[in-house]
């Protein structure tokens, strides 16, 4: 009887192998307009549409995940996740323990906001705990701020806890805008990083190619600059 | 969800709040209260299963058990919860894929451990790569689960055998006298009267269950708190139909009020249970209930 | 570098003396031990103090649940309901941002919103309504022939409570006052998990074991040391309640003294 049993389960599993592995893409669902959750509760942004279409062109399936920034890289080295696809600059430390494909978004400038255009850059300034914008900031002289969500960061300076906040541009640029003046941009924008780009294992160099010459094909029909336009604004720096 | 519910911007007052708050996002969140009391209902009885398993070893005669058992209950209270959830289900996902890429994939040519990754045969993944999504799922509940009886089971399991060594020892002794061998005496004399002083500690051990819930979201599991939080932050209109200013005040507000309820309601049922198990017990409150009676 | 040499540096770190920048690359054991030694300053700042605060509001709220005036009765029996039936992560969301309500109307109370005593006090209030709860207990196990008695004695009112029933109260109360003083030093690590934002990377334990995680991507170094230090931690704990134990109980016979056994016998 056993025996029945576990050929059944072997069947099964050779039967599983022969159709299409399932990717999971791993992402953190809180920020906007890379990431983020819609009103229908799905994981909705720049990266979910372009992720999407990789998929296709690479002939995978996807499916999306969300997990918490602070453990998204741990969780992609256990193999939870196949990728990470999470507003993610490429740096050097992280380079270092994942690989990236090459990036599909360019080096992004970061940039101050702040309730008022004078507000004192080396005063306090709030950061998201384990960006590289929070390594910037504890560089810069200035008091670093430091809280678990982007959310937090921004209430943060509305509220007068810090000075300003340390972020993507592109993230803090339709909360400026929707802030009815409240928010500003202070001082020049800060490059930061190599781009953002996908993150893999560094196992995993056969999917790493797959995903590279699927980015590399958005680049070539230009679809990939449709994409930055649609979602960050005609003035976005562009490939 | 309802037909007017189409165009958002243009509804006011309760049609928008009724909209609003039967979006999927907050459909999501309903959802994860029933994750949150499931799991509770689950846990609670693994728990206990930890904690007596915990108990009977640290009582055992035989050195090395006993070790293990004083070892777990002394470890496992000594360290924050936090610093076990922020590693645990990483460490536990880790160790069933070993065991399977040992058992199913002997001849694997290449490391488990490949620099930082961590890579088993596809057939030892947990689950399957292509297992559909709500198994994933299944299984990151199941790990939750797993992480909090270990967790609490080892708290359990103090309460346990301290409720073990506070029975009597004269009834221990009747037992023996009457020729039950220790065996017996455990299941038959100290089992069935360790609950009563057991109840009140388990009781409280409940109540910080219930309370160590929000830190559901370290184990990767999307709470009633990791939903609060990403559903009152505040919305622009470009990303959601329903733009509104940071509202978690009001989110944590129902959560607070949900947590003192479930409170309220455990205490009461609690009492209840503690009442019905002192019953004919040979302690004080037994005594006060059959002079009540009488 | 020598490991004393990354102790001068970083061992006071989370109070802000030493080096200002943390460790950014070559993460060695040594940096790993000394700073997250170190951000165990505060959890042992924020354990002790609100120890030493709630014990007293503890002992006023005990008593104010037990008093027969509704009007004392009643808010000491709701302070502690809403403090023991909610979770404390959630109490911490509500302190901040009431202070910070508070810090925009009166600027003088801006130190609410810094950790050090915002969060303070919450830990204050929250570890004052478990320990009343464990003291009114205990208060209404005092046998009934203590007090008769204390009257016998002629003792009455306050020195009655002084001399007869505190005393016992603390006795019967103490194993379980124990057990909230360990919980609450490992409450201590919510502080600026999820409460309060950290200044000039000035951070408890698990802040600093959560940095070098995601650091170094690798949760199995840095969590394990934490949890050491916090076994350490619970042991001194164990060691001190264990001795003050063995003081409310120093009258009676040497056999009924309960002891807190920290070796457990393993032959009987």
């Known amino acids: 009887m056993k025996k029945i049993v576990l050929t059944a389960a072997a069947l099964a599993l050779t039967a599983g192998m022969a159709s299409a592995q399932t990717v999971r893409m791993g992402t953190e669902g809180a920020y906007p307009p890379y990431n983020f959750i819609n009103d229908k509760g799905e994981v909705d942004g720049f990266e979910r549409e372009l992720g999407d279409e990789l998929c296709r062109r690479a002939e995978l399936t996807c499916e999306w995940v969300t997990n918490d920034w602070d453990s998204i890289i741990p969780n992609l080295l256990s193999g939870n996740y196949d990728t990470i696809m999470a507003g993610m600059s490429i740096t050097p430390e992280r380079d270092e323990v994942i690989d990236f494909t090459q990036p599909y978004y360019p080096p992004t400038a970061s940039a101050y906001v702040a309730t008022s255009p004078d507000a004192d850059l080396t005063g306090v300034i709030a950061a998201q705990t384990g960006t590289i914008q929070a390594a910037h900031v504890a560089e810069t002289g200035a008091t670093l701020l430091e809280f678990p969500t982007p959310d937090e960061t921004i209430n943060a300076v509305r509220n007068g806890e810090a000075d300003a906040v340390l972020a993507d541009k592109d993230f803090l640029v339709p909360i400026v805008e929707e802030s009815n003046g409240e928010l500003v941009f202070v001082g020049d924008d800060v490059p930061l990083g190599g781009g953002i780009g996908m993150g893999l294992r560094e196992s995993d160099t056969e999917l790493k190619e797959k995903f590279d010459a699927a980015i590399q094909s958005m680049k070539d029909d230009g679809s990939l600059n449709e994409l930055l336009k649609k979602w960050f604004g005609d003035d976005t720096t562009l490939f | 969800m309802f037909s007017f519910c189409s165009d958002p911007s243009s509804l ?206 370290l184990l990767g599991i999307e709470d009633i708190v990791y939903w609060a939080r990403e559903l009152g932050g505040a919305k622009t209109a470009r990303f959601s139909d329903y733009p509104h200013p940071d509202w978690r005040m009001w989110y944590f507000l129902a959560l607070l009020i949900f947590y003192l309820l479930f409170t309220r309601v455990s205490e009461i049922v609690l009492d209840r249970i503690m009442r019905r198990l002192t019953r004919g017990q040979a302690t004080v409150a037994g005594e006060a209930q059959r002079k009540a009676a009488a | 570098m020598s490991c004393w040499e990354t102790i001068a540096d970083y061992g006071l770190r989370s109070l802000g003396i030493g080096e200002r920048l943390l460790p950014r690359s070559d993460f060695t054991l040594c940096q790993q031990f000394t700073l997250i030694g170190s951000g165990l300053i505060w959890n042992i700042y924020f354990g002790t103090l609100s120890l030493l605060t709630g ?72 570890t004052a309504a478990y320990s009343a709860e464990i003291f009114y207990g205990a208060l209404m196990s005092v046998p009934k022939g203590d007090i008769e008695a204390a009257d016998a004695y002629g003792l009455t009112g306050w020195r009655r409570f002084r001399r007869i029933i505190w005393p016992t109260m603390m006795r019967l109360g103490w194993p379980a006052y124990t057990n909230e003083a360990i919980f609450l030093f490992h409450a201590t690590t919510l502080v600026f998990f999820s409460g309060f934002p950290t200044t000039h990377q000035k951070g408890d334990a698990l802040y600093y ?33 264990g001795a003050i134990n063995a003081r409310l109980n120093r009258h009676l016979p040497r056999v009924q003294q309960p002891r807190i056994r920290l070796l457990p016998q393993f032959l009987r």
């Open chain 2, 12 to 217: 006011e007052g309760l049609a928008w709040l009724s909209c609003y708050l039967t979006t999927g996002k907050h459909i999501e969140m309903y959802w994860a209260l029933g994750t949150v009391l499931l799991l509770l209902a689950i846990t609670a009885p693994t728990a206990l299963a930890f904690g007596f398993g915990g108990a009977m070893a640290a009582r055992s005669r035989f050195l090395p058990v006993s070790l293990f058992g004083r070892a777990y209950i002394a470890i496992v209270r000594g360290v924050p919860d936090i610093a076990f959830f922020m590693f645990f289900v990483i460490a536990l996902d880790q160790l069933f894929e070993v065991i399977r890429h040992k058992l199913k994939c002997p001849d694997w040519p290449q490391d488990i451990w490949q620099g930082n990754d961590f890579v088993v045969c596809p057939e030892a993944k947990l689950p399957l790569g292509t297992a559909p999504q709500w198994v994933h799922e299944t299984y990151g509940f199941f790990l939750a689960v797993l992480t909090f009886a270990i967790v609490f089971g080892a708290f359990a399991a103090n309460v346990l055998f301290g409720a073990m060594r506070a029975v009597p020892r004269a009834q221990v002794e009747t037992a023996e006298a009457y020729g039950m061998t220790q065996r017996q005496a455990f299941w038959r004399i100290i089992v069935p009267q360790m609950w009563v002083y057991a109840l009140p500690g388990l009781s409280n051990l409940w109540m910080v269950l219930i309370k160590a819930t929000p830190l559901l979201f």
């Open chain 3, 55 to 126: 014990f007293f509001l503890a002992n006023a709220l005990a008593l104010g649940k037990a008093a027969r005036n509704p009007l004392l009765r009643k808010p000491a029996e709701w302070f502690i309901f809403v403090f023991r039936g909610s979770p404390l992560f959630i109490q911490f969301f509500f302190a901040y941002f009431l202070f910070l309500q508070l810090k925009s109307v009166y600027p003088f109370l801006a130190p609410l919103t810094a950790a050090s005593l915002g969060a303070l006090i919450v830990l204050v209030l929250n």
């Open chain 3, 209 to 241: 074991a959560n940095y070098f995680a995601d650091k170094t991507f690798n949760p199995f170094v840095p969590y394990p040391i934490l949890a050491f230090y916090f076994i350490l931690l619970t042991l001194t704990i164990i060691g001190i309640f």
